[in-house]
């Protein structure tokens, strides 16, 4: 018997990007099969989930590309950016040069898919902070996108990203 996905129910691709370490696979993991842990192996290339977002508007599958952010992997990601709906630029709030580096990551990403809605993740709320919020905003402002903060360890936060991607993929905007 095969299992059949239902055709009322888009699927939308979304990319969370970012440096290595910042915690990109641990929202994931917290958001998807709600766990965590504290153990940490590198994403070689590309992971990838499925989760179904209720919206108010609609319901939809968000099919999760996980991107390594690790610089040898440079080469590869452009060829998983194509087809992508909206984007999770994830930085570490206890590491001020993964913010520094958004601006690179936003780069690669438009000049694969132009015009693509993104939010700026600062992740790891429940470490000493390194970086003050103003500075994470002021870009998000910047560039037009939304700005959320998150832990993947305490969850705070992650149902909220995870469903701005979806509104944003879906051409809703980020209010909720």
């Not at 580096?101 to 992740?123: K, T």
């Not at 790891?124 to 996108?145: C, H, V, W």
Request: glycine content about 8%.
């Amino acid at each position: 018997m095969s299992v059949r996905s239902n055709p009322a129910i888009p699927v939308l691709k979304v990319l969370i990007v970012g440096d290595g370490n910042v915690g990109k696979t641990s929202l994931v993991r917290r958001y998807c099969q709600g766990m965590f842990t504290e153990s940490r192996i590198a994403t070689i290339g590309v992971d990838f989930q499925t989760q179904m977002v209720r919206l108010p508007q609609a319901e939809v599958k968000l099919s999760i590309w996980d991107l390594a952010g690790q610089e040898r992997f440079a080469s590869m990601r452009p060829g998983f950016y194509k087809g992508a709906h909206a984007t999770a630029m994830v930085y570490d709030v206890t590491n001020p040069a993964s913010l520094e580096d958004l601006p690179r990551w936003r780069q690669e990403v438009i000049d694969i898919v132009p015009n693509q809605p993104l939010i700026l993740v600062g992740n790891k709320t429940d470490l000493p902070r390194m970086q003050p919020a103003e500075a994470a905003q002021a870009y998000a402002e910047s560039i037009g996108a939304h700005y959320i903060e998150t832990s993947a360890a305490t969850g705070e936060g992650v149902p909220q990203m995870f469903e701005t991607l979806a509104r944003l993929a879906l051409g809703l905007g980020a209010a909720g």
